[in-house]
């Protein structure tokens, strides 16, 4: 997980997909900032011009409570 982190910190620009809140998803990761203990926030600007947020950890996990099908490709 550690290596996982370590690369997404530093993934700006990379794309993102899934689904969030049973909305599939595509776009690219804007800003990366770290949260309390080892989790990020990530903002992922979506190609309909949204911004959405995810932690590190879903996107680690692959789903959250809101997401599904998480992919990052680095």
Do not use: P
Not at 34 to 51: E, F, I, P, Q, Y
Request: glycine letters at 10%.
């Amino acid at each position: 997980m550690n290596d996982f982190m370590n690369a997404l910190y530093n993934a700006i620009g990379s794309e993102v997909t899934g689904f969030y809140d049973g909305m599939a998803f595509q776009g690219r990761i804007e800003s990366v900032r770290a949260k309390a203990g080892n989790d990020l926030s990530v903002a992922v600007r979506t190609t309909d011009d949204d911004l959405l947020l995810l932690s590190g950890e879903d996107l680690y996990n692959g789903s959250g409570k809101l997401t599904a099908n998480l992919h990052v490709y680095f």
